[in-house]
């Protein structure tokens, strides 16, 4: 079998056509633009295509798709040419950092035109071409099962939350009066509700009201020096769903919230608020002091960890609807301040309640955090692979 590399263009591979405008629809076919899946129609123009994003911030993105799509106006087709392997394709072009190639400033555009012309060494042979994709396919196929996985376990942990804390229907051992692993649910089998004046609600016998102070510290103090190379991670690090962060990278530590393994940390200004940003902090070396934006807001257990109670209480729709609400400042820049997340009211377990919970709950948050980290390592794989087999230097047979 030849090893065909040899300098060509892009156009030699694909075939780059443009893509179309359409009305969302009740369809289930996927409509791209240049960040990804748009909205849902009734109808397709392409098949096994990439999506190369050709107008303003994603300019450039790269996408695939393998079952029927519509693409539209701010998105190119890429299809396959000659019998070439289109995930091949895909792979060669997440190599060639496309957004370098745009023209235009304040409207950044990347032109079919640009794309036919661009030269790179090439492999040629189609049978190759299957070969390389699948060794970074592979790689990539099990990214994504660990954040299905993930994403899994974060309904779960959810579920978990709000069987026990929300509606209060926690395994239950009526002779001892304590929680129980293989009890029956609290409120739905006659568990006594007790009606609690401050917080103008039901809630189990035994529960008090209290605040998020009583359970938690607000930006708890930790030193790290100026200058010193650290953990950091930004405001685009921070999910708007689930709980893991992208990995940190190192910089030197020159001002900035401070936080621990263990911590979670919530934005405190508009829009990033609204839109969820939150993250338990888990991917920062052993006993290492990370720092990351000064518009987070870092929570953590007093006393003893309460990671998982504090990661789930600040995705709460109440927790949330309470900070948005009570955010002050000029429009565009209203923030919530850490001082009045603290007088959040909600009823408190016993302190042996919170603590089954963190046990219950710790082996979601590891497996997060195992899957996560994996993620990391097999992503520097992938990244590091990528440009020797696109280029020839590492071969496969």
Same mark, same amino acid.
């Given at each position: 079998m030849s090893n065909d590399f040899r300098l060509g263009t892009l156009d %030699?591979? &694909? /075939?780059?056509? $443009?893509?179309k405008s359409i =009305? =969302?629809? /009740?369809?289930?076919i996927p409509i791209y633009g240049g960040n990804g899946v748009l909205g849902y129609a009734d109808k397709s123009n392409y098949e096994n295509t990439l999506i190369i994003g050709r107008v303003g911030a994603y300019c450039g993105s790269i996408h695939i798709e393998k079952n029927k799509c519509w693409i539209s106006d701010n998105a190119i087709a890429g299809l396959p040419k000659n019998g070439y392997n289109n995930e091949y394709n895909y792979y060669l072009l997440k190599s060639l950092r496309l957004n370098e190639q745009? !023209?235009?400033s304040s409207q950044p555009l990347l032109t %079919?035109? !640009?794309l036919n012309n661009i030269q790179v060494r090439v492999q040629f042979n189609p049978k190759l071409q299957q070969k390389i994709a699948a060794v970074l396919s592979a790689l990539d196929a099990k990214i994504d099962c660990n954040n299905r996985i993930n994403t899994e376990l974060e309904a779960m942990a959810k579920t978990l939350y709000d069987y026990w804390f929300v509606q209060f229907d926690y395994p239950f051992d009526f002779?001892?009066?304590k929680p129980a692993q293989n009890g029956k649910p609290y409120k739905s089998s006659g568990g006594k509700m007790v009606y609690n004046s401050t917080l103008k609600r039901e &809630? @189990?016998?035994g529960w008090q009201a209290g605040v998020a102070s009583d359970l938690f510290d607000f930006n708890p103090p930790l030193s790290l020096s100026a200058n010193t190379e650290a953990s950091y991670i930004d405001m685009n690090s921070l999910p708007v769903t689930g709980f893991m962060? $992208? @990995?940190p990278e190192l910089k030197l530590f020159a001002g900035g919230m401070k936080f621990q393994n263990g911590d979670v940390v919530v934005a405190r200004i508009t829009p990033c608020l609204e839109n969820g940003k939150t993250a338990l902090i888990s991917l920062l070396r052993d006993g290492e002091v990370g720092f990351g934006s000064t518009e987070f807001i870092v929570i953590r257990g007093k006393k003893s960890s309460l990671s998982a109670f504090a990661a789930q209480l600040s995705r709460s729709a109440s927790f949330r609807q309470f900070a948005i609400s009570n955010m002050t400042g000029t429009s565009g820049r209203k923030r919530i301040d850490a001082g009045t997340l603290e007088t959040f009211s909600l009823p408190l377990p016993p302190k042996e309640f919170l603590? =089954?919970?963190?046990k219950t709950a710790a082996s979601f948050l590891k497996r997060l955090t195992n899957n996560a980290q994996e993620n990391q390592h097999l992503t520097q794989l992938r990244d590091w692979l990528l440009p020797m087999l696109m280029n020839g230097q590492v071969k496969v047979k």
């Open positions: %030699q591979l &694909i /075939d780059f056509r $443009n893509g =009305k =969302k629809s /009740d369809g289930g745009r !023209i235009g %079919q035109g !640009i002779a001892s009066g &809630i @189990p016998a962060t $992208n @990995p603590l =089954k919970y963190e």
